[in-house]
């Protein structure tokens, strides 16, 4: 079984630059999570999606974060404009079921953002 | 929210020596304490999980367990091996409740010596 996808791995942009991140997760998977995890620290919950729809996104910084996930598969992350704090690795993770806590969360490889 | 705290943050054993990780926790709600290793370049994995109703649960050279009076649960790893070197995180949550939402712990820096 294939395992949750993302991309790009790795990502370098400017401050107030804008980026993206991708990810797929794993197939029949109706709950999608996206975590930001700084340096040192665990995994901080960003945004939850429950198939298309949105479960949680208390603390998503919306005024320069976006994400959605069309059609209940991919799912889009997007930082508009960066700020240095948002250097991070952010992780997208799936679980099979409705994500009510108790389900194991499959998490992908990360993509690591670096904003100078 | 919910407040977790893992200790130690880091921690260092000899190849096959035994290796204990707690994690407190502050909601009398949690209901679930589960245990993820993430490893360099990689994601958290699950490893062990338990929930309220069990008070030990083992898996192989793995086990955790909980006093929920207390409010704290705890990783055990017995004959490590290099293999094991990762961090690992603890997650309480409660299912279903208001705190369903995974809150990891800092983690703790396992490094295991040959």
């Known amino acids: 079984e294939a395992g949750v996808a993302q991309s790009p791995r790795y990502k370098i942009i400017e401050k107030r630059q804008s980026v993206a991140f991708w990810c797929n997760p794993i197939?029949?998977?109706?709950?999608l999570y996206w975590y930001q995890q700084i340096l040192g620290q665990g995994p901080k919950l960003l945004i939850q999606?429950?198939?298309?729809?949105?479960?949680?996104d208390s603390q998503l910084p919306k005024d320069r974060f976006s994400a959605e996930r069309l059609k209940g598969v991919d799912s889009t992350l997007k930082i508009q404009p960066a700020k240095l704090e948002d250097s991070a690795v952010y992780l997208c993770?799936?679980?099979?079921?409705?994500?009510?806590?108790?389900?194991?969360?499959?998490f992908g490889p990360g993509t690591r953002l670096t904003v100078l | 929210g919910e407040n977790v705290e893992q200790h130690p943050s880091t921690l260092s054993v000899q190849e096959g020596d035994s290796a204990v990780i707690k994690c407190t926790y502050s909601?009398?709600?949690?209901?679930?304490f589960p245990w993820y290793k993430q490893e360099l370049g990689k994601g958290p994995q699950l490893i062990i999980d338990?929930?309220?109703?069990?008070g030990e649960k083992k898996d192989q050279r793995i086990a955790v367990t909980l006093n929920k009076t207390a409010k704290h649960f705890s990783l055990h790893i017995t004959e490590t091996q290099p293999e094991d070197s990762a961090v690992y995180f603890c997650?309480?949550?409660?299912?279903?409740?208001?705190?369903?939402?995974?809150?990891f712990g800092k983690g703790t820096l396992l490094t295991v010596n040959p």
């Open positions: 993770a799936s679980s099979l079921v409705v994500g009510m806590g108790g389900d194991e969360q499959f």
């Open positions: 197939s029949g998977h109706a709950t």
């Open positions: 999606f429950q198939n298309n729809g949105v479960v949680d």
């Open positions: 909601d009398s709600a949690s209901n679930y």
């Open positions: 338990i929930r309220s109703n069990v």
């Open positions: 997650a309480p949550t409660g299912i279903g409740g208001s705190n369903y939402k995974l809150t």
